[in-house]
């Protein structure tokens, strides 16, 4: 009875482990356990995390081009759980022919990079512009608007969730509502942001 005993004691033991071990895994699971990175330019270093996302640690990777690889060593240091990638509509020519098979290439390299680390790929399209403020252009506009389709089916065969920002914010006509910017065209004011952030926290914890 004693052997009996002492069998069920570590039974109970290695059951109450198991499920300690289940909480912890879960506890960390938690979105607000995890660390996010986004990747953009502009418009990703205006965006207000601490005033839309306070409690979250999201940390911001800037870079004024195209290529986010060029940044790849910053993002890798911050250790990160998830990264979010978007592409800036200033990146998109205004006289059209952007090479977007270069600009897919990239994106496609990144996300490669990011898995490889054990993070999670999340990728946002495009924000629209508004024709005819600032440097604005409809080549521009039908440029990205391509990039976007192809975001969105890269995302699709990939497995990837997306932050779609385009479909969020424009307008009837596809374009950057003037109530949503500045004058520049380009660049969400908090009309705009306001629009943008209560997509975000769904997208993440669904890819988590």
């Not at 069998?7 to 198991?18: D, E, K, Y």
């Not at 911001?60 to 993002?75: G, R």
């Not at 911050?78 to 800036?88: I, R």
């Not at 500045?182 to 942001?193: C, I, R």
Request: net charge negative; with cysteine; hydrophobic share 40%.
């Amino acid at each position: 009875m004693k052997a009996k005993g002492r069998i069920f004691l570590l039974c109970l033991l290695l059951l109450g482990t198991g499920n300690q071990c289940k909480k912890s895994a879960g506890a960390s699971g938690q979105l607000t356990d995890l660390t996010v990175v986004f990747v953009g330019a502009s418009i990703t270093e205006n965006w207000d995390f601490d005033h839309y996302f306070s409690g979250y640690d999201f940390r911001k990777v800037i870079h004024y081009d195209w290529d986010k690889n060029q940044v790849w060593d910053q993002v890798q240091a911050l250790h990160p759980d998830m990264v979010v990638v978007k592409e800036c509509g200033a990146y998109f020519y205004s006289d059209g022919g952007t090479p977007l098979g270069e600009y897919e290439s990239s994106l496609a390299a990144l996300v490669t990079r990011i898995r490889s680390i054990g993070a999670v790929p999340v990728l946002g399209t495009t924000l629209p512009v508004d024709v005819g403020y600032g440097d604005c252009t409809q080549a521009q506009l039908d440029d990205l608007r391509a990039f976007n389709d192809w975001i969105r089916s890269f995302c699709s065969s990939q497995g990837i969730i997306l932050m779609d920002y385009y479909e969020r914010i424009a307008d009837s006509e596809g374009q950057l509502p003037a109530s949503c910017h500045d004058g520049d065209g380009l660049h969400p004011n908090q009309s705009g942001y306001d629009i943008l952030s209560p997509i975000v926290i769904p997208a993440l914890a669904a890819a988590n």
